[in-house]
């Protein structure tokens, strides 16, 4: 039997909308923390925005380094960007939806290779939603469409796969997350099945949390995830526009709606209009919103989530939330 008493609290928010380039985000996708602070967010975009396509990497002090890649077809562009990996070495791997493949770049964003076809037979992909490197670094990729997770080295060489279609223990219907405890098990998020999934590290499976709805411990519709050195599960609920913390046994612990503040990059911004400044700098939500319908309430209610879509921690365990509708990541801290 597990027993949690921390709970997180509000600390940061870092991001803004970057439709043109430059410092900021659009449409985030995924997130990930190097061992020296640095942080790479990938930033999907749309077609009205195609500058913003690619990885911005920033650091938890607000401070911006630029851009990897661009949006394009050619070795080491990106379309569709869906997930973000480091491996031993730090190497940063990206996977394209659109493309169908990895990319990998090295310490300083420089292409190494890419590798990757659409299709369903072995280490083909429709639609990578999730990359992890196990401790032996080796790459599960969550295939998406097919409903499975397969295992590579690191350069691509397929080693084998689990999972089918279906509501059963060990099947999935549109897996997205992935992540691992220090003992090496694995999370899935079954994005479609509203539930998590726990495999051995060969993909046998231990146990399953949650079920659909809006309840404590239930989900619609989970994307990324995380786990802490305790077992604790943070989960991005995307359907129910929160995060929810799960103990190891998969008890519900907390629930984050989204505190955020103006990050400073913002706030800059912002200096050039004080009226503007002064009204969203005091901006709670403390009015009642006309509707019954969460997606809408978060897009009305700025501090709140809206579509959070991954989860990861740093060093110190700090919870990063990364929400691509309104272009940012809030991180929260466990008291």
Request: hydrophobic share 35%.
């Amino acid at each position: 039997m597990t027993t949690t008493t921390f709970q997180l609290a509000y600390k940061d928010t870092i991001g803004f909308v970057a439709d043109q380039g430059g410092r900021g985000f659009h449409l985030p996708m995924s997130m990930v923390i190097r061992s020296d602070g640095r942080i790479f967010v990938a930033s999907r975009s749309h077609q009205q925005a195609l500058d913003i396509v690619g990885i911005q990497m920033v650091s938890a002090a607000h401070e911006f380094f630029g851009q990897i890649s661009a949006y394009g077809q050619a070795e080491g562009q990106m379309v569709w960007p869906t997930a973000l990996a480091l491996d031993r070495d730090e190497n940063l791997y990206l996977a394209d939806d659109f493309l169908q493949r990895i990319t990998i770049f090295d310490r300083d964003g420089k292409v190494k290779g890419s590798w990757g076809t659409k299709g369903s037979g072995d280490g083909e992909f429709d639609g990578v939603a999730g990359l992890l490197f196990d401790r032996e670094d080796r790459l599960l990729v969550v295939d998406h469409r097919n409903h499975r997770v397969q295992k590579f080295t690191k350069d691509g060489q397929f080693l084998g796969q689990w999972g089918a279609f279906g509501d059963g223990d060990g099947q999935f219907n549109l897996p997205w997350g992935i992540t691992r405890d220090k003992q090496e098990n694995l999370y899935i998020a079954d994005w479609r099945n509203d539930r998590i999934q726990k495999f051995t590290p060969d993909g046998q499976f231990i146990a399953k949390y949650g079920s659909v709805g809006h309840g404590e411990g239930q989900f619609k519709r989970p994307s990324g995830l995380a786990v802490d050195a305790d077992g604790n599960m943070y989960v991005a609920d995307w359907g129910n526009q929160r995060v929810q913390v799960l103990d190891a046994d998969g008890n519900f612990v907390q629930q984050l709606r989204g505190e955020a503040t103006l990050s400073a990059w913002a706030s800059e911004y912002l200096q050039a209009n004080a009226d503007e400044y002064a009204a969203r700098s005091t901006f709670v939500p403390e009015f009642e919103v006309d509707t019954d319908d969460i997606y809408e309430e978060s897009a009305r209610i700025e501090p709140y989530f809206w579509d959070p879509v991954d989860v990861v921690l740093d060093d110190q365990e700090r919870v990063y939330v990364l929400e691509t509708c309104r272009h940012r990541f809030q991180i929260y801290e466990k008291h």
